[in-house]
């Protein structure tokens, strides 16, 4: 192919985007009730009578055994040199002030009600279009900003937890815990917000459906994960762009401003089947911008631009389900 006739095609493409409404009509889904659980673990972890904790943590252990397992030998270790649970290490974590002023943060910051209902209203998006797929149930913690999400097996299946610490708003202190650490830089913690809950633990869910790239090339990965943004976005239909990508309004407008720019700069470095992931890491990965382009760029731009791809791709082959998406793995 020649270097005018891949111009050319890009070209098109550019202008394919430009053109496309985003404006669709919602489906008709299904409003029944959605079989999944919305556990609090962390409301049930702080239940616990002080006085009575072996009869208390017995009781927790029977009715949710798996996650109540996970967390006390992983989350908040209160094993004793025997390897044996201790309700004296117990009784010193649920009295640990630092610890219950986090739980009071977070009942303050938290509608758990308003939260079960988002994450009830996309999995009524999932049972949509994807009806092969049982909802995980989803447990709420405190994880000592240990873990902000992560996939489980409980007693009915697949389930996820979820850190609420790590959700408390960008103005939370989190740089404090830990200065030198990149996870609590500003372009990291901007997204530690209830806004990005669902997002962010949904998209962890539906990484796991998705086979990995069959290349380790560029294009090969903006693909696979624009995949995974266009499904993220089908799941959660009402939410802002800004939080599909975890972009920032005037990031996201720059993007969305410049997509021409960012193909021929890709184009221009020979960047499309580079498979050296030191380079291309930026721009596929979270970071706070994109190596060699205007510092406006925002990082991940080959994601963004991936998204795109699939969505003029899907928007052009309506019958193609999502589940058929997924499994497409030739980018």
């Known amino acids: 192919m020649s270097i005018r006739k891949l111009y050319l095609i890009t070209l098109s493409f550019l202008l394919i985007l430009g053109c496309k409404n985003d404006q669709q009509d919602l489906p008709d889904i299904d409003q029944s009730d959605i079989d999944f659980k919305f556990i609090e673990f962390d409301k049930a ?19 949710h055994p798996a996650f109540t397992k996970l967390y006390f030998e ?19 974590i649920l009295s640990d002030p630092t610890l219950k002023s986090l739980q009071d943060t977070v009942d303050l910051v938290f509608d758990k009600s308003k939260l079960k209902s988002e994450f009830e209203e996309a999995f009524k998006y999932a049972r949509h279009y994807l009806p092969g797929l049982k909802p995980p149930n989803i447990y709420t913690l405190i994880s000592g900003f240990a873990y902000q999400r992560f996939l489980l097996e409980d007693e009915e299946g697949e ?24 996870s609590y830089s500003d372009y990291q913690t901007r ?7 669902v ?3 949904l998209e962890m869910w539906i990484e796991d459906k998705i086979p990995p790239p069959a290349s380790n090339n560029l294009v090969a990965h903006m693909i696979n994960n624009g995949k995974k943004i266009y499904i993220l976005d089908q799941l959660l239909p009402t939410a802002s762009d800004t939080v599909i990508m975890e972009y920032s309004k005037a990031q996201l407008a720059w993007a969305e401003s410049n997509q021409l720019k960012i ?7 020979d960047l499309f089947y580079e498979t050296n992931l030191r380079k291309l890491n930026k721009y596929i990965n979270p970071g706070p911008d994109s190596p060699g382009m205007p510092p406006e760029a925002p990082g991940r731009i ?19 389900s999502l589940d058929m998406l997924i499994l497409e793995n030739d980018a």
Do not use: C, R
């Not at 908040?76 to 009784?91: A, F, R």
């Not at 989190?174 to 650490?181: A, L, M, S, T, V």
């Open 45 to 63: 972890l702080f239940s616990l009578d002080i006085n009575d904790l072996e009869k208390d943590l017995k009781a927790t252990a029977k009715k």
């Open 199 to 201: 997002k962010k633990s």
């Open 159 to 182: 389930a996820l937890g979820v850190g609420l610490d790590f959700f408390l708003g960008e103005d939370y202190p989190y740089k404090k815990i830990d200065p030198k650490n990149p």
């Open 302 to 320: 080959a994601n963004y631009m991936g998204w795109q791809i699939v969505k003029a791709y899907m928007g052009k082959h309506p019958e193609i």
């Open 263 to 269: 193909w021929s700069f890709f184009f221009d470095q």
């Open 74 to 92: 992983s989350i908040l270790p209160i094993q004793d040199s025997t390897g044996n649970n201790s309700i004296k290490i117990l009784t010193e």
């Open 191 to 197: 997204s530690f917000n209830k806004d990005h809950i």
